[in-house]
T-cell receptor
Framework: EDQVTQSPEALRLQEGESSSLNCSYT??????LFWYRQDPGKGPEFLFT?????EEKEKERLKATLTKKESFLHITAPKPEDSATYLC??????????WGAGTKLIIKP | EAGVVQSPRYKIIEKKQPVAFWCNPI?????LYWYRQNLGQGPELLIR????????DSQLPKDRFSAERLKGVDSTLKIQPAELGDSAVYLC???????????FGSGTRLTVV
């Protein structure tokens, strides 16, 4: 069964304290792994798509990596404005997205 | 460029009443999605359109939910009658084609009382 699991459910960091969020997946026929950011009361905002193991993408303080079983979202020297819920999703062979439940990230000043 | 526009932003209705949500996708995006998101969970796909054709509606509770995308542009999602368990955020998203990153609207927060 296709499945996406994100960990931890919540993460509290001090401003400047780097860390990583994990997205583990099982899917038949991966058609991309997607990272989104969601602020309260808003729809998810697209961050990255990764298509093959070994691929990496960066945007400001965020860096996403992909292996055959999981993806990491690394946050370097985070700021309070990075606080949000980060969602991971994988595309299956039918191009349907299977979503994780998200990691709620809180950055304290 | 205008993003995905949804209305209304909030809706409170009594159970058994009907409700409708509207979505205007990004111009030129052929693929449109309706999702439902409960608190603390990821989005759950309700229906996917390729142009005006519903290509994946397996998760849509068809006894009370209906959707349409006339002319392959705007879309509406309707619930009739609404139940307490329908309270959630209803999100619309669009993409240029399947398999590409989606752009989401801000969603409609539905509360059924």
């Amino acid at each position: 069964e296709d499945q996406v699991t994100q960990s931890p459910e919540a993460l509290r960091l001090q401003e400047g304290e780097s860390s990583s969020l994990n997205c583990s997946y099982t899917v038949s026929g991966l058609r991309g792994l997607f990272w989104y950011r969601q602020d309260p009361g808003k729809g998810p905002e697209f961050l990255f798509t990764l298509y093959s193991a070994g691929e990496e993408k960066e945007k400001e303080r965020l860096k996403a990596t992909l292996t055959k079983k999981e993806s990491f979202l690394h946050i370097t020297a985070p700021k309070p404005e990075d606080s949000a819920t980060y969602l991971c999703a994988v595309g299956d062979s039918n191009y349907q997205l299977i979503w994780g439940a998200g990691t709620k990230l809180i950055i304290k000043p | 460029e205008a993003g995905v526009v949804q209305s209304p932003r909030y809706k409170i209705i009594e159970k058994k009443q009907p409700v409708a949500f509207w979505c205007n996708p990004i111009s030129g995006h052929n693929t449109l999605y309706w999702y439902r998101q409960n608190l603390g969970q990821g989005p759950e796909l309700l229906i996917r359109y390729e142009n005006e054709e519903a290509v994946d509606d397996s998760q849509l509770p068809k006894d009370r939910f209906s959707a349409e995308r006339l002319k392959g542009v705007d879309s509406t999602l309707k619930i009739q009658p609404a139940e307490l368990g329908d309270s959630a955020v209803y999100l619309c998203a669009s993409s240029p084609d399947r398999g590409q990153g989606y752009t989401f609207g801000s969603g409609t927060r539905l509360t059924v009382v």
